[in-house]
């Protein structure tokens, strides 16, 4: 989360919704250790927030009876982010249970919001349009994707059945779920995998089966996965062929085109000349492959030879049809 204000904020709307919350319950929800909420009961007290607190087991703090907070006030920014946000996770595959709460949260905000602030936010919804987001449709993988949500709320232990890219078998793993997201069109899962005893990230239609597992974990208080998706794509990947394709001067187009190259050279007849680096033979050839006749592997010969067997298999299989 993010402020010192914000959690505070939290803190205060949180004990506004619940009776009795204990130190230990703010702690994970805010993410943070149980001696900063105390701190941040402190800094609440002195605010002149009436915050009570109760002793012993099966205590916690809570709200002083009739006390609420002021209505909340949005500017004409505030109120428009809240109805693009919304839209947002509408247009997002995956997320059907939140589809509907955002539905709702929107169906609140057009019943308290004035007349000239719900115009400004239709205004900005007609002038700003945010998507791109898809790259497949998630809903064969809803039940994955709550599974998931679960057993993050919960912190509770999973087995996964996972199929890494480029391969068709399985292997099985046990994971702690730390955290969920959607980038590049995709949906990925960042989670402890004690396989590799190291946090790892997975591509969540890649994962064939879930089971919950009778155990709990808990997620460090100091992990920030923004920082740590950050990092993991700052890392070099290891490199085991550099590719050198060359694109004949009709197809040429397409490199212009593309991005990533490693280098980029143009010749005199109109062909260009590029290379990539894979960290595997597999999408080595598959990048060379999706440029069909316009380009040619030149080396290395493992990839030369590897985009022949598949072209090869595809012509077999092709007669066998016409058979």
Known sequence: MGSVATRLLSIVW????????????????????????????GMLDEMGIPIASERGRGGGFNLVRGYKLPPLRFTPEEASALYLGADVVRRISGLASYRDAAQAA?????????????????????????TGFERMDYGPWEDTLATLRQAMRDQRRLAMAYRTGGQAETAERIIDPYAMVHQWGY????AYCHRRSEVRTF??????????????????????????????????????YRVRLRFRPEGAFRARDARG??????????????????????WAARIALSYGSDAEVLEPPDVVERVREQVQYLINQYQHQER
């Open 203 to 240: 591509r969540v239609d890649r994962i064939t089966g879930l089971t919950p597992l009778n155990e709990g974990f808990r997620r460090p208080t100091n992990f920030d996965v923004a920082e740590y998706l950050e990092q993991s794509m700052s890392q070099d990947w290891p490199v085991s």
């Open 14 to 41: 949180t004990l506004q919704s619940r009776p009795l919350v204990t130190a230990g319950e703010l702690a994970a929800d805010l993410d943070v250790s149980e001696r900063t909420v105390h701190r941040y009961m």
């Open 187 to 190: 949906w990925y899962l960042v």
């Open 261 to 282: 190259w490693d280098s980029f050279v143009e010749r005199e007849d109109g062909a260009v000349e590029v290379t990539y680096s894979a960290s595997d033979l597999y």
């Open 106 to 130: 929107r169906a609140k905000l057009d019943g308290v919001l004035p007349d000239q602030l719900r115009e400004l936010a239709a205004q900005a919804q007609q002038q700003i349009l945010i």
